[in-house]
Structures are given as structure tokens and as C-alpha cells.
């Protein structure tokens, strides 16, 4: 059985019933004929039937999910002028819905936006949210059509030597109405600031010249 809910219903409910009917061949009892003292005859019984119903319900099906994405940078350590390539991974959070599926059946489409700080001069500590004045190399967008694991563009390059970090949020009003419906009222989710997993870093290139001060010595 397949629910499928008004458009922008929150939950719905799934009845189902039935009734089976089947011939179970002749009953386990005898039929006795007799007249008297003249004949007696037996026969099985007539062919019976059994019947039988079931019946079972479904309420309050939510049908909001709270999607959530974990990351893994493709490569700590970025060459200068290489690309920032983060790995997304999108779920659910625990105790949510199943991924919302539109009225066709399909994946209900979710954007997620990737932010890249930096460069740092060290591991920025772990924090909920990045500092105000954290300095931003600029942001990415991924629709994520479904759980599963996804890559970003890699349009985004390393300018200066540094430590960077990702942050990636997903935002109710930034989706698609069909989407938005599906997602919990005002939805918001935004992974730590910090985390070494989403973290680059661009090593430093050294030079040095070294020039005598005198020609001769004693």
C-alpha cells in the first residue's frame, strides 16, 4: 500500500481492510440418512467454507524529515592554487522521517550550502558557529537529490597559504516549495565550525638567499 498525501499535509493516516473467502472441501462431519428399518445411507458433507477478515491502521505518519549532511574534505592538504573539493554525505538526523518523496515518487530535492573560512594561521578550535569576522574564500551549492554521497565543485581555490575549514547548512527557505513542505517548520541545520574532517591546508612554499658579508677573511 502506497500513501500518497494532499499536497502540504504534515502526516496522514493509512486504513486497510479486507475479507477472504476460500472453500476448505467437505466439513469434518457426516451426513446419515435413514428411513426407518428399511436403508441407511452416509455421505461426507456438503463442501464448506472458511471466511476470515483482517484489518490494521497507520496514524499520524510524519511526513516531515530533517535532512543533515556529514563532510570529509577529498584532500587535507591543498597544493596553492589547487581546488577545495569537500565529500557530502546526506541522511537524516535520528528520530526523523524517512527522506520525503514528492507526489511522483521521487526524492524530495534539498539544498545544502557550503561555506569555506579562511586562511588561519593554525586549526581553528571547534565552535557551533564560525566567529563573526572569520574570513570567507566563498560559498558552494549542492542539491541533494536523496540520501547518498555527493562532491563539491571544486570551484573554489587556494589563494594563500593557511588553514580552511567548511561549513555546511541547509536552510528551509532556501528549498524548492514542494521540498519546503516537507521539512519541519523554520527548518535549520548547520554542522560545527572547525571540525578537522572538513579542514584544509595549503602548505607555505619557503625561499631563502643568503649572501656573504665580505669576500675574505682573516
Known amino acids: 500500500i502506497r500513501g500518497v498525501p494532499d499536497p502540504g499535509a504534515t502526516s496522514y493516516d493509512i486504513v ?5 473467502s476460500m472453500s476448505s472441501g467437505a466439513q469434518q462431519n457426516l451426513v446419515l440418512y435413514s428411513t426407518g428399518s428399511q436403508q441407511r445411507t452416509i455421505r461426507g458433507a456438503y463442501p464448506g467454507a472458511v471466511s476470515f477478515g483482517a484489518s490494521d491502521s ?68 571547534v565552535a557551533p558557529a564560525a566567529p563573526s569576522d572569520a574570513p570567507i574564500v566563498g560559498r558552494e551549492s549542492l542539491t541533494l537529490a536523496g540520501p547518498g554521497t555527493y562532491s563539491s565543485s571544486g570551484a573554489l581555490t587556494a589563494a594563500a597559504p593557511g588553514f580552511y575549514t567548511w561549513v555546511w547548512t541547509i536552510d528551509a527557505t532556501l528549498q524548492t516549495v514542494p521540498a519546503a513542505e516537507l521539512l519541519p517548520d523554520g527548518y535549520s541545520f548547520s554542522d560545527e565550525f572547525g571540525l578537522a574532517a572538513e579542514s584544509h591546508v595549503v602548505p607555505m612554499a619557503l625561499s631563502a638567499v643568503s649572501q656573504v658579508t665580505a669576500t675574505e677573511v682573516g
Open 16 to 20: 486497510a481492510s479486507a475479507a477472504f
Open 58 to 125: 497507520l496514524n499520524d505518519i510524519a511526513l516531515a524529515f530533517s535532512p543533515i549532511v556529514q563532510t570529509q574534505v577529498s584532500s587535507r592538504f591543498v597544493d596553492r592554487a589547487g581546488a577545495f573539493v569537500d565529500t557530502v554525505a546526506a541522511s537524516v538526523a535520528a528520530g526523523s522521517a524517512e527522506w520525503g518523496r514528492l507526489s511522483d515518487g521521487t526524492y524530495a530535492p534539498v539544498v545544502a550550502t557550503g561555506t569555506l573560512y579562511g586562511p588561519f594561521s593554525e586549526q581553528p578550535a
